[in-house]
């Protein structure tokens, strides 16, 4: 069977500025991808390019085999796209608004009823389905756009940061729909600047930072690349700035940078152990009042390719 999706060397520039910088990846079917990167990464852009919103300048994407340049309404029966904005009528119900949107995708009048049912208990809203829109909160209306773009029953869905902007309530209900979904067989493109949502959803993940893919492989081949460093956060009474200065030069220590007014995030060999030489370092600069190590994880992957934290 054709992958679910490869897109190949895709460029997009604005002005003199390329926003998206030769990307490629792919995605096979039934797997689910995440795009983890910070905001203005270039996650929207990409997607935009690959559900034939946006004409890239250069390069090509396939989904189910299918061109999109070529085929783009053959391509979109295959995907289910849920934006980062919401795009519902707010004074109709969700069964109504479903109803709406199955009949401008030509889905037969009496096949929706029942689809219409299938959706709204897939994203868990099956009891509220004649409420209007406008009385639900925020992360109900996300659950309400995801279960519009299944209508249709695609074969990959594609979520822009689908938790943004909802309670931890629903966000949690938005992870137990996907990982569901996904586990039903469904392919799936997950962007997100959360770690953990991503790390949880994901069996592969592509790391994005101004434009390009800097990596892409499972949590487990990613964090290899970081050759046993561990991720240590300190936190700091002082001059912050000056003392990641001094932190760099240590022995071990091969990123320092500063994520808050009173915290650096390391990457490091050693641990623990390099501990009383840390705040040996900073001393005089800063005093070290916290310290966490944390197992190598994907933000510390994060760091390790691009220099930088994914919430920068
Ligand atoms: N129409 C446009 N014109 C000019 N610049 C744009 C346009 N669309 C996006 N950009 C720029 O391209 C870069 C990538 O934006 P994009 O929205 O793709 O990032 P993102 O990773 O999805 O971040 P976010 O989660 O904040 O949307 C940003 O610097 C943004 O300002």
């Given at each position: ?53 946006l ?29 980062q ?119 592969r ?47 071990g ?37 916290g ?11 994060f ?10």
């Amino acid at each position: 069977m054709s992958p679910a999706l490869v897109c190949e060397d895709l460029v997009k520039r604005y002005g003199g500025k390329t926003v998206v910088d030769h990307v490629g990846f792919h995605i096979d079917e039934g797997e689910a991808y995440g795009l983890l990167g910070p905001n203005g990464a270039g996650k929207t852009t990409t997607i935009s390019m690959l559900v034939g919103l946006l004409r890239p300048d250069s390069g090509s994407v396939t989904v189910g085999g299918i061109d999109v340049a070529a085929d783009p309404v053959a391509a979109k029966r295959l995907i289910g796209y849920v934006p980062q904005d919401i795009a519902l009528y707010p004074e109709l119900t969700a069964r109504e608004n479903l109803r709406y949107f199955g009949r401008l995708y030509g889905i037969p009048r009496r096949a929706l009823a029942g689809r219409i049912g299938d959706v709204l208990a897939m994203v868990g809203l099956a009891d509220r389905a004649d409420d209007r829109i406008e009385t639900y909160s925020g992360g109900m209306k996300r659950r309400t756009n995801i279960a519009v773009a299944l209508l249709h029953e695609p074969r990959l869905l594609i979520l822009d940061e689908p938790t943004v902007g909802v309670d931890p309530q629903s966000r949690v209900a938005i992870l137990d729909n996907v990982e569901r979904l996904v586990a039903d067989g469904m392919s799936l493109l997950y962007t997100s600047h959360y770690m953990e949502e991503v790390e949880r959803v994901c069996t592969r993940v592509g790391i994005i930072d101004r434009g390009k893919i800097m990596a892409d492989g499972s949590k487990r081949e990613l964090v290899a690349e970081l050759g046993g460093s561990d991720r240590i956060e300190l936190v700091l009474d002082g001059d912050v700035a000056t003392a990641a200065e001094k932190l760099r030069a240590v022995e071990g220590v091969s990123e320092a940078v500063v994520t808050g007014t009173h915290s650096v995030r390391l990457l490091a060999t050693g641990g623990r152990h390099l501990l009383p030489t840390l705040i040996a370092a900073a001393a005089g600069t800063a005093a070290v009042t916290g310290v966490e190590v944390v197992e190598p994880d994907l933000e510390a992957a994060f760091l390790h390719l691009t220099g930088s934290t994914l919430r920068d």
